[in-house]
């Protein structure tokens, strides 16, 4: 038994309902193999067609050498079946994937950029380009260019040819036999197993969204014919809901939230600069706070829980900016220890912390006058701070009045 599936797809696109007979089963009739499918198997970065055989939902559809595999959510006990594509989920297929052979075209055309790589998403598109950097205005130049073709509605024709008679393809093929060739008149040549709508205007709108980098080069998401059309509504939308809580138009709206994220900005820092002196401050009263110990050290023990962060270690800067200091903070999660010292005792807090980390399998480190770091655990933990109290015998009295 002949086993291949002829691709009723290659031929035509269009194609929405077939008859075909049963060739193979698997998996308890759950893979199913045809004679003959007009469902597009995923490949060269299309997914695949969905849709019915006798009814039956089509999960999935993809190649296994020369047979097509069909996933069904249910057995098909007949011999003779008719198969019916998703035509929405085809046509928009159609259409990002003509669109992409569109944009590709004016890369090159116009910068010279190679298409390297295309996925076709459930949302958006990509094109991977071979180029160093793209800019945002050169892209919307793409973008324009490509949207002139579509309203020329330029023939999109499907022909077949020997690999080595094909000329001019935008993408160079090497292997023997005959390729399947997908001509944009006057525009892109290039050999391709994809489906595609008839003529440019069939594609849409294409819409460039965003540019990133990615293996080097430069990638370019975007959607064309009706996806265009839903993320344009989605985005006006969204526009129009942030003009009218800002009760400007919606060519103000850009201006308008720009000036209030910069003002915000400016007010975060403000607030910044406000908390972290305030703390300062706050270490300076608890050292002032703090009775001296025999030796006149003054030493403070704080526990906290969560990051050690910017208003801590300031706090442990305002009480250290006092002569004869010492400061600790233990964080209990995840376990973490900050040591600050004034410049007048004579320790050195980078050296005292890194030492007393690395005894128990932790890392820490610092300068002079402030170091902080983590333990395994919080048994780890409460070594190493018993171990800066050896060292700074003033600490243990601290930490018996905590």
């Known amino acids: 038994m002949d086993l291949r599936s002829a691709r009723l797809y290659w031929e035509d696109s269009y194609l929405r309902e077939f008859q075909a007979d049963v060739i193979g089963r698997e998996e308890g009739g759950l893979r199913l193999y045809l004679n003959r499918t007009?469902?597009?198997?995923?490949?060269?970065?299309?997914?695949?067609?969905?849709?019915?055989i006798n009814g039956v939902p089509v999960r999935r559809v993809f190649e296994e050498g020369e047979r097509i595999a069909h996933l069904l959510e249910a057995p098909v006990p007949e011999d003779r079946v008719k198969g019916r594509i998703d035509w929405e989920?085809?046509?928009?297929?159609?259409?990002?994937?003509?669109g992409q052979h569109l944009l590709s075209a004016v890369f090159l055309d116009l910068y010279g950029a190679p298409t390297v790589g295309f996925h076709l998403g459930a949302e958006v598109s990509t094109i991977d380009l071979a180029l160093s950097s793209l800019s945002w205005r050169q892209a919307v130049r793409a973008e324009e260019r490509a949207n002139e073709v579509v309203v020329q509605n330029l023939p999109i024709r499907i022909e077949w040819d020997e690999a080595g008679a094909t000329a001019e393809l935008r993408r160079p093929v090497e292997r023997p036999g005959p390729l399947r060739i997908v001509t944009i008149e006057g525009v892109d040549?290039?050999?391709?197993?994809?489906t595609h709508v008839r003529a440019t205007g069939e594609i849409g709108p294409i819409?460039?969204?965003?540019?990133d980098r990615a293996h080097g080069g430069v990638r370019v998401e975007f959607v064309c014919g009706l996806r265009a059309i839903r993320r344009a509504r989605a985005d006006h939308d969204a526009l129009a809901a942030v003009a009218r809580t800002l009760s400007v138009s919606l060519d103000r709206a850009p201006e308008l939230v720009?000036?209030?994220?910069?003002?915000?900005?400016?007010?975060?820092?403000?607030?910044?600069?406000?908390?972290?002196?305030?703390?300062e401050r706050r270490g300076r009263e608890l050292y002032a706070a703090t009775a001296p110990a025999e030796s006149e050290i003054r030493c403070h023990v704080e526990r906290f829980r969560g990051k050690l962060d910017e208003e801590l270690r300031a706090v442990a800067q305002g009480f250290c900016s006092g002569s004869r200091a010492v400061f600790l903070a233990i964080?209990?999660?995840?376990?973490?220890?900050?040591?600050?010292?004034?410049?007048?005792?004579?320790?050195?807090?980078?050296?005292?912390?890194?030492?007393?980390?690395?005894?128990?399998?932790?890392?820490?480190?610092?300068?002079?006058?402030?170091?902080?770091?983590?333990a395994p655990d919080a048994a780890a933990l409460e070594q190493a701070v018993a171990r800066l109290a050896q060292v700074i015998p003033a600490l243990a009295g601290a930490l018996g009045r905590r």
């Open 331 to 374: 964080g209990s999660e995840p376990p973490a220890l900050l040591l600050a010292v004034s410049p007048d005792g004579g320790w050195d807090a980078g050296r005292l912390l890194g030492e007393a980390l690395a005894h128990v399998g932790g890392r820490g480190g610092g300068s002079a006058r402030i170091a902080q770091g983590g």
């Open 207 to 211: 819409f460039v969204r965003k540019l």
């Open 258 to 279: 720009a000036t209030q994220a910069r003002m915000l900005e400016e007010a975060e820092k403000a607030r910044r600069k406000l908390a972290l002196e305030l703390a």
């Open 89 to 98: 989920r085809r046509f928009d297929h159609m259409q990002q994937h003509s």
């Open 38 to 52: 007009a469902f597009y198997p995923e490949s060269g970065g299309q997914p695949s067609d969905t849709g019915w």
């Open 189 to 194: 040549r290039v050999a391709c197993g994809g």
